[in-house]
Structures are given as structure tokens and as C-alpha cells.
């Protein structure tokens, strides 16, 4: 980050009015503010359904402008496209390009532009945002500092405002996601694909691209040293993901392993013990203490492997699935099997 610092533009300004005490929208303008999020453990055609009901409602009355944003990032060159429909008309269609700045920004930047728009309109009362990334619809109310100020700032400067006006001015967002291909939002997914820019000058690079092109330079170093076995130890226990991949490190979304098992310090030792092979059992006894005893007490295995406690061993077998590569399944093997990789079992 130091060396990039000359080249980037700060999107911080912690100071502005807006994030005060007292002059928060979020505090003084919470009723008129809300979130239609897209609930996952339902079904997409109710949600699309819902989406439809809606616009039919709002686009018989005058007083409701629908904006539907979407950006895209292509060659390093951003997307940003938001159609806005009053009356069941198609008024407004917005499309920015920018350089080296990530998706979110450039979908808080198309809101910022559409509400913006929808608020000069005098008749304009409620404003409907549908978005895929509720995600960044979020940040402009978010409190603490975070990267999207600049954006965030100018929203909330322009709903208080919109607030002020009357009482019942009030703002919705919509979550839509792409998959669902909804006709409006679809319309402009396809649109921000279709273009295909190219950069032509050196730019300056936002501070939020800055900090993600540096975290994706620092994984692939942690892949990189991850592959060369002889940093990540000869014994590591390689297991899959959901896709069959063999996991990976990566810091996303609480990393690759702990998110499975560091909710609880006993199957974190348990789990990390097994994935390093430094167990109590057979194989290790076998290595650094070879006068003991290293038969496996189902005494079928000439050695206690720790292939064999996870694949063969009767001892161990109350767990049903036998796939055991997987870190989902391993780790369920070791919940069912509270003594296997433990001092209590070499005990017995
Ligand atoms: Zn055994």
C-alpha cells in the first residue's frame, strides 16, 4: 500500500457532516429508509414474484421512480448502468465508465447518480433501488469508516435532503439477483455485458482496487508457499471443498478451515492434530518413539495410520459416510468420534 499511496485516491472523508452525531439519516430518518432482501431458503420464483407485484403497484402511480443498477468490470474498466422507470415509463438510462475501481464502487456510484435524478423530479415521492448487490446498498448507511465514503457521503446528503421535503418521502431497496433474471434487471445486466472498453491512458487507481489487487498479490503468495510441501509439511492432510478442490488458503469469509471447525477450541486442537498428523496414534509413535507400541488395537492393521483410523478402522466406523476427504465430512467424522487422534484413545 505504501508504494502504491502516490498513486491512488483516497475515498475516505470521515468528517463530513453526514457521519455526526445527531446528523445521521439512520437515526433521524430510520422509518423512511428500508430493505426487501432476498431470502435464500425460499424459492427464487416467489421472490420474483414479489419483485413483479411490486412494480406493478408502483408503476400505476406517478409519484414512484424504479431504478434498476447494475455494474460490470471488464479489462479493468468498469461498467456502471442504471435505467430509471416513472409511470411504467423507461425515463432515464445512465451509463459511466471508470478505470480501476471495483464493482461495488461503481454500483453505489449508479445509485448515487439514480437518486440523484429521481429526487429532482418535483412529483417524486418514493424511490425504489433494485440492485444485485445489496451488499453495497448497505455500506451507504454503514457507520463506521469504510472505503465508499465518498459515494456513501453524497447519498445520504442528497435522501436527507429528499427527507426533508415531505414527510412521506421514503426510499426502498430491492435485492435481485442475477440469477434470478428478472425481466428490468435483466435488461441491464445485459447491457453493461455488451460493452467492451478498452484503456487507453494511464489512470489512477482507487484506494479500494488498491487494497483488493494487493490482497489477491498477497494469496497468490500463501498458494504459492501453500503447494511447496515442504512449508506446509510433508504429513498435511489435503482435503476437498464442496467442488472437489483441494482447499486452498485464502482469508475469505473466515478462511478456508476455521470457518468449518474454529467455533470450538476442542475440535480445533482435534482437527488440527489429524490435518498435521502430529497424534497421538500408531504412525507417530512409530516415528519418534519406535520401542512403543504402533499396532492399531483393532489389531487388523499392522500400523495405526491415520489412513486407516479414517477409512478402515472398525473402532471408528459409527460415522455413515465413508468419505472422509472431503473437510465437511472429515470434520463430521471427528464429531462422531470424539477419541480418535486423542491421548484417550492411545490410553486404551
Ligand atoms: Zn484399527
Not at 455488451?194 to 484503456?199: A, D, E, R, S, Y
Not at 504402533?294 to 499392522?302: D, E, M, N, T
Not at 495410520?305 to 472398525?314: A, D, F, K, T, V
Request: glycine share 2%; hydrophobic share 35%; with cysteine.
Amino acid at each position: 500500500m505504501a508504494n502504491r499511496f502516490n498513486e491512488c485516491f483516497p475515498s475516505f472523508i470521515p468528517l463530513h457532516s453526514e457521519f455526526s452525531p445527531g446528523l445521521k439519516v439512520i437515526d433521524n430518518f430510520s422509518d423512511h429508509i428500508s430493505f426487501n432482501v432476498h431470502n435464500k431458503e425460499k424459492d427464487d420464483k416467489s421472490h420474483a414474484h414479489q419483485l413483479d407485484d411490486m412494480v406493478l403497484e408502483s408503476s400505476l402511480s406517478p409519484s414512484t421512480a424504479i431504478i434498476v443498477s447494475d455494474a460490470s468490470i471488464k479489462n479493468n474498466v468498469t461498467t456502471s448502468i442504471l435505467h430509471m422507470h416513472i409511470n411504467n415509463k423507461p425515463l432515464t438510462k445512465m451509463i459511466h465508465h471508470a478505470v480501476h475501481i471495483t464493482s461495488t464502487e461503481a454500483e453505489l456510484f449508479a445509485i448515487r447518480c439514480g437518486i440523484n435524478q429521481a429526487m429532482n423530479f418535483d412529483n417524486v415521492f418514493k424511490i425504489i433501488v433494485i440492485t444485485n448487490s445489496i451488499h453495497a446498498t448497505r455500506k451507504i448507511f454503514e457507520l463506521s469508516v469504510h472505503l465508499y465514503q465518498v459515494q456513501s457521503a453524497a447519498i445520504l446528503s442528497d435522501l436527507c435532503n429528499f427527507f426533508k421535503c415531505h414527510e412521506n418521502n421514503s426510499i426502498e431497496f430491492w435485492e435481485c439477483p442475477s440469477h434470478l433474471k428478472w425481466h428490468f434487471y435483466k435488461e441491464v445486466d445485459k447491457e453493461t455485458k455488451t460493452f467492451n472498453p478498452t484503456l487507453l491512458y494511464p489512470c489512477k487507481t482507487s484506494w479500494d482496487f488498491s487494497k483488493k489487487s494487493k490482497s489477491n498479490d498477497i494469496l497468490k503468495v500463501w498458494k504459492m508457499m501453500f503447494q511447496a510441501s515442504d512449508l506446509k509439511g510433508n504429513q498435511f492432510l489435503d482435503l476437498l471443498n464442496n467442488n472437489n478442490d483441494i482447499i486452498e488458503p485464502s482469508y475469505v469469509k473466515g478462511g478456508s478451515w476455521l470457518k468449518t471447525f474454529g467455533h470450538s477450541n476442542s475440535l480445533c486442537v482435534h482437527a488440527t492434530r489429524a490435518i498435521m498428523n502430529l497424534a497421538p496414534i500408531g504412525e507417530y509413535r512409530l516415528r519418534f518413539f519406535p520401542r512403543e507400541e504402533f499396532k492399531c488395537s483393532c489389531s487388523l492393521y499392522p500400523i495405526e495410520s491415520r489412513h486407516h483410523i479414517l477409512h478402515e478402522c472398525g473402532r471408528f466406523n459409527s460415522y455413515w459416510n465413508l468419505r472422509r476427504d472431503s473437510l465437511g465430512h472429515f470434520v463430521m467424522f471427528l464429531e462422531t468420534n470424539p477419541s480418535a487422534f486423542t491421548f484417550s484413545d492411545s490410553l486404551v
